[in-house]
């Protein structure tokens, strides 16, 4: 994990948009974000899981270091009792790009793929799908691996009571259910699809007491 956080990568993703890198304290900003106490899930390893299938993937991005550079930010903010977090991340990566020089529109295409995380509407565009489907890829481990995701999850909701969390988690996981493909590209489909419903289906059995 170390290594594909280590600050030489990140300084070759903005070297790759014609940039000189930030200073080595925003980079330092996000590992301690990724770091802080109340996350379970959305942590550095989640970063570096993230950053990894990147590599693997990397030949169907259009901009591939955009991609990466949206995936560092995309969780740079998460407290669980906001509603703005997805927003909130993309100002960080609009702030770091703008004062490296970064162009305009390749700024807007990176906050475009910070929002999209949002999760609220089927991704639109190779970048956005990819980056999409690499987020949404532990829905697709196995079942020890997404069972004890589900667990991690509920710690960052603890504060959520009990009935109020397994009607809404409910909610949200059959939405991801309801869609025709959980995944944008076939590659991700026919790595994580089918495990991903069978995940799916039994978590919310599980919320729903069956």
Not at 2 to 23: F, K, Q, Y
Not at 106 to 132: C, F
Not at 188 to 201: D, G, H, Y
């Amino acid at each position: 994990m170390a290594d594909i956080l280590d600050l030489e990568g990140w300084n070759a993703r903005w070297s790759a948009l014609g940039v000189t890198p930030p200073p080595e304290a925003v980079h330092a900003d996000l590992l301690k974000r990724y770091a802080e106490r109340h996350r379970a899930y959305h942590t550095r390893t989640h970063l570096a899981d993230c950053l990894s299938l990147l590599q693997e993937t990397a030949p169907l991005c259009e901009r591939p270091d955009e991609v990466a550079l949206a995936l560092w930010f995309h969780d740079a903010i998460y407290r669980t009792h906001r509603k703005d977090n997805e927003e909130k991340s993309a100002e960080l990566l609009v702030k770091a790009a703008t004062s490296a020089g970064v162009l305009a529109e390749a700024i807007e295409r990176m906050r475009g793929l910070v929002l999209v995380t949002r999760h609220a509407s089927i991704p639109e565009g190779r970048d956005a799908e990819v980056l999409v489907d690499i987020d949404l890829s532990i829905l697709g481990a196995s079942s020890n691996r997404y069972d004890r995701f589900e667990e991690q999850i509920r710690t960052e909701y603890k504060w959520v009571p009990q009935p109020l969390y397994r009607l809404e988690r409910g909610k949200i996981l059959a939405t991801f259910l309801a869609r025709p493909k959980i995944y944008s590209l076939e590659v991700f489909e026919t790595r994580f699809e089918n495990q991903a419903r069978a995940n799916l289906r039994r978590a919310i059995d599980r919320l729903r007491g069956r």
